[in-house]
């Protein structure tokens, strides 16, 4: 599938509003959010950052971060991921379920 049909569908599936779109947008989300945890947090464990990141993102922001990687708009989804990271809930998170991992790579 192109980046053109990929924005489309994703539109189309979020506003289906059932449990398979929001995880099928939370994973484009995802996918996007890793490369820019790895580039702009290094050293952050990945999948925990990436799983704090989306648990405290709105619907709204993931749909951003999902579409704009779709649609190559990745200074968008970088900035979205970024004032996300920032947040106290997701600096929590980080330190909770990160720093295990951090540890045990150590």
Known sequence: MT???IAPALLTLA???TPIATQVTRDTARA???PIVAERLPGVPIQPATDCIIDNASADE???VATASATGANDTATRVVLDVA???NTIRCLATDGLPVLFETL
């Open 62 to 64: 993931i749909f951003t």
């Open 32 to 34: 996007a959010i890793n």
């Open 3 to 5: 980046r053109p049909l």
């Open 15 to 17: 506003a289906c509003n």
């Open 86 to 88: 920032q947040r106290p």
